[in-house]
């Protein structure tokens, strides 16, 4: 079982960046790839970013062009979304996930392909 604790979130402007932080419990760590996903009112939940279990690859939303950067230290059993120029559009509830898996090469936009989430934290972006 793996429990995460995502913090980081709130209220921020155009053009400001915030960083989320998710916490894990899980004794390896490392076997997990990690990804974050989002879901704004109304919305379904869609993909932001993915990171492989060793840090190597990551993966991210198209829509995103680029200002996002998401990280981990294994070492803290921590992954990180950096995110950058934040937009109005991206205001949603943030939920850091995780599966079990060693590739690099797949991450699911699916969220029924993730195995453990966490219980999300809201970004606002006002103009």
């Known amino acids: 079982q793996v429990q995460l604790a995502e913090s980081g979130g709130g209220l921020a402007q155009v053009g400001d960046s915030l960083k989320l932080s998710c916490s894990a419990s899980a004794r390896a760590f490392s076997m997990y790839a990690m990804g974050w996903f989002r879901q704004a009112p109304g919305k379904e939940r869609e993909f932001v970013a993915g990171i492989s279990w060793n840090g190597n690859s990551q993966y991210y939303a198209d829509s995103l062009e680029g200002r996002f950067t998401i990280s981990r230290v294994n070492a803290k059993n921590t992954v990180y979304l950096q995110m950058n120029s934040l937009k109005p559009e991206d205001s949603a509830i943030y939920y850091c996930?995780?599966?079990?898996?060693?590739?690099?090469?797949?991450?699911?936009?699916?969220?029924?392909?993730?195995?453990?989430w966490g219980q999300g934290t809201l970004v606002t972006v006002s103009a």
């Open positions: 996930t995780a599966r079990a898996s060693y590739s690099s090469t797949y991450f699911p936009g699916n969220p029924d392909d993730w195995d453990y």
